[in-house]
C-alpha cells in the first residue's frame, strides 16, 4: 500500500486518469472528491462489500441481477468557475406532450 500525506486542496493523481482530492477536514473525517472516467466505477468499500456479496448470491441463486444502492451514485466534480450543464431528460415522452424548444 502506497501512503501519501495530502493538505487542504491538494490532489493525488492516478493513472493520469483519476484525481483524488481533500476537500474539507473536520476533527477526524476527510471529505475527499473522486474524479474519475464515468466507466470506472468508484465506491466506498462498505458498498462495493455489499455488490460484491449480492453478485456472489446472485451467481449462487443462478440470477444475475444486482440492485443498485441509491447511496451509490456519484457526483462529478466540477470546478466552481465551469458551468454544470443541466441533468439529462430521463422521463418517457408521453403522447401529446411536445418536447421542449422544439415546439413539437
Known amino acids: 500500500m502506497l501512503i501519501l500525506?495530502?493538505?487542504?486542496n491538494e490532489s493525488i493523481v492516478i493513472d493520469?486518469?483519476?484525481?483524488v482530492k481533500i476537500l474539507r477536514i473536520e476533527r477526524d473525517t476527510v471529505k475527499i472528491g473522486i474524479q474519475a472516467p464515468?466507466?470506472?466505477p468508484v465506491?466506498?468499500?462498505?458498498?462495493?462489500d455489499m455488490i460484491q456479496?449480492?453478485?456472489?448470491a446472485?451467481?449462487?441463486?443462478?440470477?444475475?441481477?444486482v440492485p443498485k444502492s441509491p447511496a451509490a451514485q456519484v457526483t462529478p466534480l466540477v470546478p466552481k468557475d465551469k458551468p454544470?450543464?443541466?441533468?439529462?431528460n430521463r422521463g418517457p415522452a408521453s403522447?401529446?406532450?411536445?418536447?421542449?424548444?422544439?415546439?413539437?
Open 58 to 65: 446472485s451467481l449462487n441463486a443462478g440470477t444475475e441481477v
Open 53 to 56: 456479496r449480492n453478485k456472489q
Open 5 to 8: 500525506s495530502r493538505k487542504l
Open 84 to 88: 454544470q450543464p443541466p441533468p439529462p
Open 16 to 19: 493520469g486518469r483519476i484525481i
Open 95 to 104: 403522447p401529446g406532450n411536445s418536447t421542449p424548444g422544439t415546439g413539437k
Open 43 to 48: 465506491h466506498r468499500q462498505e458498498v462495493y
Open 38 to 40: 464515468t466507466e470506472l
